[in-house]
């Protein structure tokens, strides 16, 4: 079965620039995440989805970050304007959403912001 | 909340030395355990889960782990580590039902020398 994709792997760009990541999960899973990973920790949660609803944001910087996954498949999750402490990883996870899933992950994006 | 903490952030073993990567964490409800790895230059892997039964469980490779409930501990081990398991290996939780999303540990970078 083909993995979780993201794009694109390697992001650079300038603070207060605007950024979007794509992300499309396993075919069949209702549950998509998005993690964000600083160097040196493990990965921290932004937000959860169930099919195209939210779960869980109450981690994600409202005032910069979006996300949205309109016909509960692929996902994009923006972040305007960028600030230096959002340089990270930025993994997209899903899972079916049924008792006993585990997650599965993609490939993440590195963002440097300078 | 939940809180996952990883006392080894970095270890050093040489070829067919036995491993122990210690993991505590805090959460007043039942959860499920998990250990992911991430090998040089690839994604996070799933290593073993435990969700309930038998508190010792196998995983890929030859890993191990042990839930220990009364000590709120789920220490990965091996007994003998190839050069191969080089690698980051990240302890996570989530809560047994409901929200699904991990809580991380901040990860233990294990590098074993030939």
């Known amino acids: 079965e083909a993995g979780v994709a993201q794009s694109p792997r390697y992001k650079i760009i300038e603070k207060r620039q605007s950024v979007a990541f794509w992300c499309n999960p396993i075919s069949g899973h209702a549950t998509l995440y998005w993690y964000q990973q600083i160097l040196g920790q493990g990965p921290k949660l932004l937000i959860q989805f169930q099919n195209n609803g939210v779960v869980d944001d109450s981690q994600l910087p409202k005032d910069r970050f979006s996300a949205e996954r309109l016909k509960g498949v692929d996902s994009t999750l923006k972040i305007q304007p960028a600030k230096l402490e959002d340089s990270a990883v930025y993994l997209c996870a899903s899972d079916s959403g049924t008792g006993g899933a585990w997650q599965y992950f993609g490939p993440g994006t590195r963002l440097t912001v300078t | ?114």
């Open chain 2, 1 to 114: 909340a939940q809180s996952v903490s990883q006392h080894n952030h970095h270890v050093i073993l040489s070829e067919a030395a036995s491993l122990e990567l210690g993991c505590n964490y805090s959460y007043g409800g039942t959860v499920n355990l998990f250990w992911y790895v991430q090998y040089p230059g690839q994604h996070l892997q799933l290593l073993l889960k435990y969700f309930s039964g038998d508190p010792l469980v196998k995983g890929i490779k030859g890993f191990e782990a042990e839930f220990i409930k009364s000590k709120f501990s789920f220490n990965l081990r091996k007994p003998s580590v190839q050069w191969s398991d080089t690698a980051e290996y990240f302890c996570a939780v989530n809560a047994y039902t409901g929200r699904r999303a991990l809580t991380f540990g901040s990860g233990t970078r294990l590098q074993v020398q030939p």
